[in-house]
């Protein structure tokens, strides 16, 4: 239980263009998403918060105009990195909070396998 | 100073070997502690979750959190290559909610 897709995996893009990245949550409603970024070898940089039905809350520093999240329904978010930049490029990854018990522990997060971006 | 320390390693054991994880903090307001494994280019995969002081075991893995000293220690017993990867603590005030993780620190198990 508590599986967290991500898609797609990978993705190569040219520089300008737009990028939507999908978080699902599989086998339970998640009304809490969390989108994080990751360089290589440092750890997990939360970049926003975002509640089914209602607006993302952005960490500090995080463009909410580049960086576009859509939370539509309690199993699905969207992350559309707009007008990429090679500086973009990262490693991208959700989590999704659970709201009761499960095998692992009571009301926490769990996280998809993560969408690796290169821009060019 | 970051609210959350842990030595990124890499730590080197043989197969077989007790391997011991650790974070400190220094906010006393958390009061979920997690660790996850996270193996290269994959999303971090949760292992332990512990709520306040105390200790839990699942298998090989033990999580120990002492909220008095604002430390918390994962143990692997009997360790295996297949547990080489990068090791997160993470915590919380609430559960569920904002996640504070740690660097992480790099595990290597040699056959």
């Known amino acids: 239980g508590a599986v967290v897709s991500q898609h797609p995996s990978w993705v190569i893009c040219k520089s300008g263009t737009s990028v939507k990245i999908e978080c699902r949550s599989l086998?339970?409603?998640?009304?809490?998403m969390f989108w994080y970024r990751q360089f290589p070898k440092q750890s997990l940089m939360l970049m926003a918060t975002?509640?089914?039905?209602?607006?993302?809350?952005?960490e500090q520093g995080v463009e909410k105009d580049k960086f576009l999240i859509n939370h539509a329904s309690l199993t699905l978010s969207t992350l559309t990195v707009t007008s990429a930049h090679p500086e973009d490029s990262s490693f991208y990854i959700c989590?999704?909070?659970?709201?009761?018990?499960?095998?692992?522990?009571?009301?926490?997060?769990?996280f998809g396998p993560g969408t690796r971006l290169t821009v060019l | 100073q970051k609210e959350v320390e842990q030595d990124p390693g890499p730590l080197s054991v043989p197969e077989g070997a007790i391997v011991s994880l650790n974070c400190t903090y220094s906010?006393?307001?958390?009061?979920?502690f997690m660790w996850y494994r996270q193996y290269s280019r994959k999303g971090p995969e949760l292992l332990m979750y512990?709520?306040?002081?105390g200790n839990k075991e699942d298998g090989r893995f033990t999580a120990q959190v002492d909220k008095s000293s604002k430390y918390i220690s994962l143990f692997i017993r009997d360790s295996q290559p297949s547990d080489s990867a990068t090791y997160l603590c993470?915590?919380?005030?609430?559960?569920?909610?904002?996640?504070?993780f740690g660097g992480g620190t790099r595990l290597m198990v040699k056959p």
């Open positions: 993470a915590m919380s005030y609430n559960a569920g909610n904002m996640l504070t």
């Open positions: 512990t709520y306040s002081s």
């Open positions: 975002s509640n089914e039905g209602s607006k993302a809350t952005y």
């Open positions: 989590s999704a909070r659970t709201s009761g018990s499960t095998q692992r522990g009571t009301d926490t997060q769990y």
């Open positions: 086998d339970f409603q998640a009304t809490t």
């Open positions: 906010n006393s307001a958390f009061q979920y």
